[in-house]
């Protein structure tokens, strides 16, 4: 808002005032009597003796100006000690300049960030620092530190002799003196304890007393005893402020400027406070409140006594003049950051002290209107910014006291504020966003100190968790609770609702704000609060989805949580206050956000992805659509400038990643920053030792980035462009004919859920994984308290010292499970709440309906943005792993509904065509193969149409090579598992028996990893729909089966390379340690080769047709590939004293997974299936198959039920020989001596499925014994009957199998194992490279 110029306003003013004042009596009201007996008692005197006489004097308004002005100017400072008083005076004991900021131009080391105020820094180096300009030598002094972010910093004094660098800052050097919050240590070259912890939000004193030459710091207030005693001083020594801080971390300074928050007596402020000005400002507030407790009775011509509060601007001339005459000195003091702490919020706080709602102090709203009308709107606009940031600096930075009151205090004057229709819109259009950082007033801090906090008053009485499962998890039956137990649950519950209450309190009043800044109604003084703030809602949204790679520039994601509750509240408030007025329009339980927003251009995604790629492709691609489905023409030449500015925009971030001297640093760097001052919007001085054409000292008067046309826009839109009038939609042009013509609500409210949905996604969700962490402590401490506990039990008496230690032990568990529970309670009533997570799963239920809204317009859904599906899943996710158990998932309204709903989108969208970034596709099928974990998501499944399901089943099977298939197979491995055999397992059984803690993984990795842990709910209905497909569709079932055949082979090959060099480096003399990504990369591999062997199991199971019956095509060759495959794994795995029995062996960490039972337990489950639970000829055709096989030894399949002693079975011509099979390495067949056998098993014990009596069943293990029969009597009686081959009758490429094929046309030979495994990939001849047409059988004609 341009100002009007001082001059010609200060002039027009006192003409104003003289113009009144020259006819007194022209009031028509007011005697001069009554006149005279009013301004005396609105200004008396102060002097004593001859001013009593002047008080008989009649006193008008002609006299009214030299009054005032010679009251005002009692007991000012004589001219003297004003010259003292100015800027740049020495005053005793004190060096340098006034104002007093910190040193910009030589004055610090490192990289630093400095606000345009220089009382706001953050560090962007390794370890920066900075000094204020002034520096003491004599006397006692104080200065503040705002705490914005709780890390690594060293604040205190250091002098000018001090040299820092990127590892040393203040208190590492001889003559500097520091205390760190973040290590809780002092610092003088050694370091000791010190001190309390810091959070963000806290308030740091620094005194130093060089009269006694000492140093001590105050936390919020609170001194923490004296740091530093006889530190140096004398001549030539004094000491400047000074701080050194980490990468990211940030302070705001207030060396004086503003009013010490936590004075000190006997220590002054290094900055001298306007002395003369205060006076002058707390007398003319005076004046005024003499005003508003006056009322004038013309008729009886007497002054009558009022309160204050029903004070009303009534338009009487004679009050009026009288406050012009008082605000023509106010209003230039109202302009100044000191005296509008000091003076202005003091009492307007002092008016909301009585309580009630803010709505019964009118008083506030009539001041606001007497500074509009008194004031010079620059004055005015100048006063209310610098009242907005002092009380958003006082809200962030005020302690936490048991009921809330500091915050409660400063937000009720914000809200009354804002209910003021003027002041409102002028903050809302130019500082609430710009130039504060009001999201800061929707965020309730968390206490580090619980203590302090009072929250061991609130909550006397602490409980967790006592009873846990053998998993290690939380047990919560009522009935296994102690009735001392359930009296301390009970009482720690009532605590946390009697913290709750003391929460809502100050969320209400947070809501309050929001609502004023949603009201759509207050459009007389110009365009209505709500556009306003839509605006401005966009543009923050904006700079936090493009700034990702500035985190500075980002708005904090603990205050975004916040704010997201209080928007989601408010503007269901507002969706339903409209419904009553629409009836026929949806309510807000129902909202969506309708598909037209995402391709009609009229909102600003800001080049955030679309499912179908780049906005100016689909803009390109399906511009014919857009016509056809939604009437929206796309300007051919719209398309080139799109095109265009995506080229720019590559430049451009191209030219960000290469900076260049001041300029490029510049304009990279200078973004608004949430980190250091609490209440500036802009970082702009960028300052830097590394080279001097870094340093930007003074901010460009040019925009640092390029502006966006599309973004200026949204900016300048009005009421009309969004709500839209008669013959135009607005935001909703475009609405294709599957969207139903009805009203869904003003079009406004879409557009700011749109933006609740992308702030979720853009931080709130992390914030909340990351807040989980408190929840994870406690139960790790409650779990080490009770083993302390039970060694304690179990100590014995002649062991003193070992109990000692083990109550020390348990008196330190329980300080920090007494602190940890307080603190959660605090994070579950601001976070984790019932109210929280109904915001979270109403979100998900607003992306859910969307998406279904948006894939009903066909290709048009292509333009819907990915953050709508990360949002569906992520909310999911946090309702289940975040908010539970604290709040039961089930107990949320038509919840299984809404499981079945999202089912149906991630069973219909993980495999769709319309979608093409691979991350989104990734997580669909993530969050789908979390899905199918749980019972309930996992029947909601079943519970979608069949079309959609049996489509699903379709997707899933398709070949692996065509996408990742790792995440397909885990799907498909959970609906199997709980059927296979052995395969009821919840953990592996050697896992279960030696360390139970391993399933207690990191919260951060919960989706996947625990539901990895959950116990088996195999699904019957969708086997039924696998089985079905790949029984009809025999081309489908050949090729997924080869990709399942071709993955494993490559798994299981890549892990027994991996195992080879992990056990070659154990065996080397030196110590080397294996890299734990190797480690990590080779379980995987295993877990791979196990998942794929259960897939190939689970299709054996359901369609053995595909391998047994020979009549559909490939039949014969998978089954010989399966043969060969399993095999080769049964040969590894089991041969004695082999690979994987010593890394086994080794238990290494990482590789905990790797064991023999889950692997030769899925292979036997195999060959059970293909050699005992079928019929007679499709046993035969397998066993021959098997026997066949040149790697196949008896003595693996012995080794299942531990009767590996004697392989004389499996002594054929053909087990003779070293093979190389598909692995790659020689083979050699193992023919152990009785002695060897001996040895052996006097080492270690045989693996045996017998040993797991609790995992598999009798029956099992019958078929086991059945199988081993049949073999051994199966290869007794091949070995028999097999005539001896002549080398030329072998077949020239395996040497393992007699010929039985012939090539068309070229008539070379090999065994059909070898050729069809050839024809897989290749057409071309083994010998003669001629193309194979057709392959026929191929006997050997009898000998003449």
Not at 166 to 180: H, I, M, R
Not at 481 to 486: K, N, P, Q
Not at 559 to 588: E, N, Q
Not at 1046 to 1064: R, Y
Request: glycine share 6%; aromatic share 8%; proline share 5%.
């Amino acid at each position: 808002m341009s100002s009007k110029g001082g001059g010609t306003a200060l002039t027009r003013r006192n003409y104003r005032l003289a113009s009144d004042t020259d006819k007194p009596k022209a009031t028509g009201i007011v005697n001069e009597k009554l006149l005279s007996d009013y301004l005396h008692h609105v200004f008396p005197s102060t002097k004593q003796g001859p001013a009593l006489a002047s008080l008989s004097k009649p006193l008008g308004f002609q006299d009214l100006g030299a009054h005032l002005e010679g009251l005002l100017s009692e007991g000012e400072p004589t001219e003297d000690s004003r010259v003292c008083e100015s800027a740049d005076q020495p005053v005793e004991g004190r060096l340098g300049p006034q104002p007093v900021v910190l040193d910009h131009t030589s004055g610090f080391e490192g990289l630093l960030f400095v606000d345009d105020d220089l009382l706001g820094v953050i560090g962007h180096s390794n370890f920066s620092s900075i000094r204020a300009t002034t520096c003491v030598y004599k006397g006692k002094w104080a200065y503040e530190v705002l705490i914005s972010s709780q890390g690594l910093m060293q604040i205190g004094w250091c002098t000018l002799n001090c040299r820092f660098n990127q590892e040393e800052g203040v208190g590492d050097t001889p003559d500097s003196y520091a205390y760190d919050g973040n290590r809780v240590r002092k610092w003088n070259v050694t370091t000791t304890n010190y001190g309390k912890s810091w959070a963000a939000g806290d308030i740091v004193s620094c005194l130093i007393d060089l009269d006694e030459g000492t140093i001590t710091f105050c936390l919020n207030g609170q001194s923490l005893g004296t740091a530093f005693t006889n530190i140096k001083m004398g001549p030539g020594v004094a000491y400047f402020p000074a701080i050194s801080l980490s990468f990211k971390e940030s302070v705001a300074f207030n060396f004086g400027s503003r009013p010490l928050r936590y004075p000190v007596d006997g220590y002054l402020p290094l900055q001298n406070p306007p002395t003369t000005d205060l006076m002058k400002a707390h007398k003319l507030l005076g004046y005024i409140k003499n005003v508003l407790s006056t009322s004038i009775d013309a008729q009886e011509e007497r002054l009558v006594e009022q309160d204050c509060s029903v004070w009303r601007l009534h338009g009487e001339p004679t009050v009026l003049v009288t406050l012009a005459h008082i605000f023509n000195h106010f209003a230039p003091l109202m302009c100044k950051v000191y005296l509008v702490e000091d003076v202005l919020m003091n009492f307007l706080l002092g008016i909301l002290e009585g309580g009630g709602s803010v709505d019964e102090h009118q008083l506030i709203q009539q001041l606001l209107d007497l500074f509009w009308v008194l004031m010079e709107d620059y004055e005015v606009n100048e006063c209310l910014k610098q009242l907005m940031m002092s009380l958003l600096r006082a809200y962030r930075f005020s302690p936490i006291i048991p009921d809330l009151g500091f915050q409660i205090h400063y937000l009720r004057l914000t809200t009354a504020i804002l209910h003021h229709e003027k002041s409102r819109k002028y903050l809302l259009n130019n500082v609430l966003f710009d130039v504060l950082r009001s999201v800061v007033f929707f965020y309730i801090k968390t206490p580090l100190r619980v203590k302090e906090a009072g929250l061991e008053e609130l909550i006397p009485t602490t409980w967790w968790p006592t009873h846990f499962d053998k998993e290690g998890k939380d047990e919560r039956e009522p009935e296994d609770e102690s009735a001392d137990e359930r009296l301390r649950r009970r009482a720690y519950e009532r605590g946390c609702q009697r913290l709750k209450k003391r929460i809502e309190v100050v969320e209400e009043l947070q809501v309050q704000i929001l609502k004023l800044l949603l009201n759509n109604k207050d459009k007389t003084t110009g365009e209505a609060s709500r556009y306003i703030f839509l605006n401005k809602f966009r543009k923050f949204l904006q700079e936090n989805a493009s700034n990702r790679g500035h985190p500075t520039a980002l708005c904090p994601p603990e205050y975004m949580v916040c704010f997201l509750h209080r928007l989601i509240t408010a503007v269901r408030a507002s969706w339903d206050d409209g419904r009553r007025k629409s009836p026929s329009s949806i309510g807000s339980e129902e909202a969506y956000v309708p598909p037209q927003l995402f391709y009609n251009g009229k909102v600003d995604y800001f080049d955030l992805q679309r499912l179908g790629g780049l906005l100016s492709h689909l803009k390109k691609t399906l511009k014919d659509d857009l016509a056809s489905k939604a009437n929206i023409i796309i300007d051919p030449a719209e398309i080139q400038a799109t095109a265009m500015d995506d080229l720019d925009e590559d430049e451009e971030s191209g030219a960000a990643q290469r900076p260049f001297g001041a300029a490029a640093m510049g304009g990279a760097l200078a973004r608004p920053s949430w980190l250091s001052s609490p209440t500036l919007g802009r970082a702009n001085r960028f300052l830097s030792t590394a080279a001097v054409s870094l340093m930007t000292p003074r901010r460009p008067l040019t925009q640092p980035e390029k502006v966006k046309v599309r973004t200026l826009a949204v900016e300048q839109r009005t009421e009309e462009d969004i709500e839209g009038s008669y013959g135009n939609d607005g935001l909703l042009l475009g609405r294709p004919l599957e969207e139903p013509n009805q009203p869904i609500a003003d079009k406004s409210l879409l557009e700011i859920v749109d933006g609740i949905v992308m702030m979720y996604n853009l931080s709130v969700h992390q914030q909340l994984g990351k807040m989980v962490v408190v929840s994870d402590d406690v139960h790790e401490y409650a779990v080490a308290l009770k083993d302390t506990e039970e060694k304690i039990a179990r100590c014995p008496a002649r062991r003193p010292d070992i109990l000692d230690e083990l109550q020390k032990s348990q008196k330190v568990f329980a300080e920090k499970l007494n602190h940890l529970c307080r603190r959660l309670a605090w994070i579950n009533a601001t976070i984790y709440s019932k109210e929280k997570m109904l915001d979270v799963y109403w979100l998900l239920c607003v992306c859910i309906r969307t998406i279904e809204h948006a894939d009903n317009t066909g290709s048009l859904f292509a333009f819907a943005p990915e953050f709508y599906l990360s949002v569906a899943m992520n909310a999911y996710s946090a309702l289940k792993n975040y908010f539970s158990p604290a709040n039961s998932m089930e107990e949320l309204p038509s919840y299984e509904e809404t499981l079945t709903q999202l089912a149906a989108i991630l069973a219909k969208h993980f495999a769709d065509p319309r979608i093409v970034g691979t991350d989104i596709k990734d997580s669909l099928m993530q969050a789908l193969a979390s899905y199918v974990c749980y019972p309930q998501s996992l029947r909601a499944v079943e519970r979608i149409p069949e079309e959609q399901r049996v489509a699903m089943m379709r997707n899933l099977l398709a070949p692996y090579e065509q996408r990742p298939w790792a995440q397909t197979n885990w799907i498909l491995v959970r609906l199997w598992r709980g059927c296979g055999f052995g395969y009821r397992y919840t953990r592996l059984p050697h896992l279960l028996k030696t360390k139970p803690e391993d399933a207690n993984l990191p919260s951060l990795q919960r989706d996947l990893s625990i539901a990895s842990f959950q116990k088996p709910c195999p699904s019957l209905l969708l086997q039924r729909h696998m089985a079905e497909l790949l029984s009809v569709d025999k081309e489908m079932a050949a090729s997924f089966l080869n990709s399942v055949l071709n993955q494993l082979n490559w798994a299981f090959s890549e892990f027994i390379g991996m195992i080879q060099e992990i056990q070659q480096a154990a065996e080397r003399p030196e110590r080397n340690f294996v890299d734990t990504r190797q480690l990590k990369v080779c379980a995987t591999c295993f877990d791979l080769s196990v998942s794929l062997l259960r897939v190939l199991e689970m299709t054996v199971t359901l369609v053995p047709e595909i391998f047994l019956d020979w009549s559909r095509p490939s039949a014969e060759l998978l089954l010989r590939r399966l043969a060969q495959l399993l095999n080769q794994v049964l040969n590894r795995v089991t041969a004695e004293k082999n690979l994987f029995d010593r890394v086994v062996n080794l238990r290494l960490p990482g590789l905990e997974s790797v064991d023999h039972y889950p692997i030769l337990v899925a292979v036997t489950g195999i060959l059970v299936r293909i050699l005992v639970d079928g019929d007679r000829q499709g046993i035969s055709r397998a066993s021959s198959v098997l026997l066949s096989d040149p790697c196949f030894q008896l003595h693996s399949i012995q080794h299942l039920l531990g009767e590996g002693g004697d392989s004389s079975g499996s002594s054929s011509s053909s087990t003779a020989r070293p093979v190389v099979g598909p692995l790659g390495s020689s083979v050699a067949p193992v023919i152990p001596s009785a002695a060897a056998t001996t040895a052996g098993s006097s080492e270690r014990k045989h693996f045996s499925l017998h040993a797991y009596t609790d995992y598999i069943s009798e029956e099992e293990k019958q078929k086991v014994e059945l199988m081993l029969t049949f073999l051994t009597e199966e290869s007794k009686q091949a070995a028999a009957s097999t005539a001896p081959t002549s080398e030329e009758d072998l077949c020239p490429i395996c040497y393992a199998h007699s010929i039985s094929a012939v090539f068309k046309p070229c008539s070379h030979k090999s065994c059909k194992a070898c050729i069809n495994q050839h024809l897989m990939n290749n057409k071309d001849c083994f010998f003669c490279k001629a193309t194979i047409t057709g392959v026929e059988d191929y006997s050997k004609p009898a000998a003449s």
